[in-house]
């Protein structure tokens, strides 16, 4: 009777420990997901709340319609279209690299790649994002521009938004390349059969099936290129320099947001200014609009991944 | 252009040795003569000897694995896509060895077209679905020549008055036998010589597959059709002719039988044909 009584005291001892330790999992594994989520509400509203202090001293619509941004000198303007102008050209010369060869190269991999040749270029392909990018940006400050571009472009400065926008073209060209060739993978085997059938040859099938079926994946995957091109910093920090100055002409040095976010960053704008405050400002903008971009992309990608 | 072009543009292609050279006089479209296929080095069909008549619906039956399709897939080339497939042996079209090194597989397939198991359209409208082997072709035509042609396929698959009004409608939006319909006309609209399809109607219901098999009887005068299927009823609703294939004891796919269906289904030769027909085995 006492033996039993103490077997049943064990069991239940060990079902409540159990019970226990389950519940602590439980508790570890929501508080993880719960920091990721954290640290993006917690990013979003210091964002918001510096930018509250910007925006009781500037308006938004000279903020969004001034030519000027000259926040760092005496006779102050806070246009932050100069800057935007930068991110955008650069991002533009970026995706005019990226997009063809990505998509070139996702083809190649998909279509004419054997089984060995896709599992050793792929991976080196996708070794271009892994570089640090202070490299790519040293490497267009002191090779790209001097030995590539400068002897064809003899007006070039030696910071420059052409430079740039190469640069961070080659830097997301795997995010393009590996997107689209995920769409191609998954355009149905079927479809390259029929066109086969009909008397394709492998450039047909490549470009007028494989291409067009897996549009809306090639899309995506130019979106999401765009938005880490505008996020890019390092690059356009080093190459690019800090002349914030409303110019189209690429050889220019030109101010990218985030150059501008890094430059007042690693100065020492003193905390409450307006200098500090309009780093806060600058930094909700590009957070709004490559969340926009990341949004679409993904809905794109959406679309087609539930097409077949 | 006429047949005979198509056949002299072959010719040309082919540096012709004798050897090379069958006799094309007489019915024969297709014919094929020890032919074996191996996949990674295992055999999968072996010492196939059979001719495709001209303006003849000719069957392929026999139970799942037999080889049906490999032979199908022989006659066009397809089996040049599959990784590690090996043909040896001969497969004549018009006379010429379609394996002999200068014939370029691409062209056989645009004389030589085939319909698969699952309606495979292209995610595009109905009408760049059939105008799309018209376009890869290279053929030089005004848009209303265009027109035509796709409007000729759509008709000779029996779809035409369905989807008329709404051409540029996107593919999926038909049902399965309408896409199946849609994938012959795709087919007939390069115009080949030869069809071959394989097992076309397995995914469909009965009446899309009624169909189907009616638009084929309505065609033969104008192609000469191949079809494997293992609805040995639809063989003998549609086929003149009927080989018969089954695996040997190695696993390695035969033609035990081959003659007219009426023959093949009321007076087999083979014991294993009467049992497969029957119901016994397969």
Not at chain 1, 22 to 50: C, K
Request: charge should be neutral; proline fraction near 4%; glycine fraction near 6%.
């Amino acid at each position: 009777m006492v033996a039993e009584t103490t077997s049943v005291e064990k069991l239940k001892r060990s079902i409540d420990r159990r019970r226990y330790m389950d519940r602590i999992f439980y508790i570890l594994f929501l508080l993880s997901t719960l920091v990721s989520t954290a640290a993006l509400i917690i990013i979003f509203a210091t964002l918001g709340l510096e930018s509250f202090g910007f925006f009781a001293h500037v308006s938004i619509v000279e903020f969004l319609t001034s030519t000027k941004w000259t926040v760092l000198f005496a006779e102050k303007h806070f246009g932050v279209l100069p800057l935007l102008n930068a991110t955008i050209l650069t991002s533009l010369i970026a995706i005019a690299v990226a997009a063809p060869l990505g998509v070139m190269i996702a083809l190649f991999l998909s279509e004419y790649a054997s089984a060995n040749t896709r599992s050793v270029v792929k991976p080196l392909v996708e070794t271009l994002a892994g570089i640090p990018t202070v490299v790519y940006g040293y490497f267009a400050l002191y090779f790209v521009t001097p030995n590539l571009l400068k002897p064809l472009w003899e007006g070039l400065q030696l910071h420059n938004a052409l430079a740039v926008g190469l640069m961070i073209g080659v830097l997301i060209i795997p995010i393009v390349a590996s997107i689209s060739d995920d769409a191609m993978a998954a355009v149905p085997a079927d479809l390259r059969l029929a066109a086969y059938a009909v008397g394709s040859r492998k450039s047909d099938v490549a470009l007028r099936v494989v291409l067009p079926a897996a549009l809306s994946g090639v899309s995506a995957s130019i979106i999401l290129a765009f938005a880490r091109a505008m996020g890019e910093t390092m690059i356009a920090a080093i190459a690019g320099g800090f002349r914030s100055i409303l110019t189209f002409n690429i050889g220019e040095s030109m101010q990218t947001m985030t150059a501008y976010i890094a430059q007042v960053a690693t100065g020492d704008a003193p905390h409450g200014t307006i200098e500090y405050q309009s780093l806060f400002a600058v930094g909700l903008f590009l957070l709004v609009i490559t969340a926009v971009l990341n949004y679409i992309g993904i809905r794109v990608v959406r679309r087609w991944a539930i097409k077949y | 252009m006429a047949i005979e072009s198509y056949n002299q543009l072959l010719r040309d292609y082919v540096e012709l040795g004798k050897e090379e050279m069958a006799d094309i006089s007489g019915p024969e479209v297709v014919r094929v003569e020890n032919l074996r296929v191996d996949y990674g080095g295992k055999t999968a069909i072996d010492g196939i000897n059979i001719s495709f008549k001209r303006n003849n619906i000719t069957a392929i039956i026999g139970p799942s694995g037999c080889g049906k399709s490999t032979l199908l897939r022989s006659i066009n080339r397809m089996n040049d896509l599959i990784p590690g497939a090996k043909v040896t042996g001969k497969v004549y079209f018009n006379g010429i060895d379609i394996y002999s090194r200068d014939v370029d597989p691409v062209f056989i397939r645009s004389r030589i077209g085939m319909v698969f198991q699952r309606p495979n359209p292209f995610p595009f409208s109905i009408f760049d679905n059939v105008a799309f082997g018209l376009r890869v072709n290279g053929f030089k035509l005004s848009k209303s020549e265009l027109y035509e042609k796709v409007k000729d396929a759509l008709v000779k698959a029996a779809l035409w008055d369905e989807v008329k009004d709404r051409l540029d409608k996107h593919a999926y939006s038909l049902s399965g036998g309408q896409q199946q319909r849609l994938c012959i006309a795709r087919a007939l609209a390069v115009d080949p010589e030869v069809l071959l399809l394989d097992e076309p109607t397995v995914s469909l219901d009965p009446i899309s597959t009624a169909r189907i098999e009616s638009l084929l009887r309505s065609i033969k005068d104008e192609y000469t059709i191949i079809i494997v299927t293992h609805n040995m009823l639809q063989a003998a609703r549609v086929s003149d002719y009927t080989a018969v294939m089954m695996p040997d004891e190695n696993m390695v796919g035969r033609i035990i039988e081959f003659g007219e269906t009426r023959q093949i289904f009321t007076n087999p030769r083979d014991k294993r044909t009467e049992d497969y027909i029957s119901g016994r085995i397969g």
